[in-house]
């Protein structure tokens, strides 16, 4: 059964509300990111996703989150730092955030993965990210 569009919307709306912190599920970007990692993931814009970064994007009416291998005019190549031999297209429309930050563990040091600001907050609610 297909979640109503409002719901998927309402999720995409709460996984880029600034200072909100996501949870990471599974194995797809280890080691860099492991199971139960808690991201900042932030809304972006187009020109300034680069390769290198790693992004969440909506497939359906899940969210996954990888590594960008490739940017063309207008689509994304992206791949699990585990999965060297699976790429995944992804088109403007559908990306939703660049990743930040990373908390592992409940330690508060902040790790960034890409340049920018990043801040303390609280935990909010848990989404699921992940491939």
Not at 6 to 13: N, S, V
Not at 41 to 61: M, Q, S
Not at 103 to 109: C, E, L, Q
Request: net charge negative; aromatic share 6%.
């Amino acid at each position: 059964m297909e979640p109503p569009a409002a719901l998927l919307a309402a999720k995409e709306l709460q996984l880029t509300a600034r200072g909100q912190l996501v949870s990471f599920h599974g194995g797809s970007m280890e080691p860099f990111l492991k199971d139960g990692d808690q991201l900042r993931v932030e809304a972006v814009t187009w020109v300034e996703v680069a390769p290198g970064d790693i992004v969440t994007y909506r497939l359906d009416d899940r969210f996954p989150t990888l590594r960008v291998v490739h940017k063309g005019a207008s689509k994304l190549v992206l791949r699990g730092d585990r999965w060297p031999f699976a790429d995944f297209d992804v088109w403007e429309a559908d990306l939703l955030g660049r990743v930040t930050e990373r908390r592992r563990g409940g330690d508060v040091r902040h790790e960034p993965i890409s340049p920018g600001d990043c801040r303390h907050t609280s935990p909010g609610s848990t989404i699921v990210l992940g491939a």
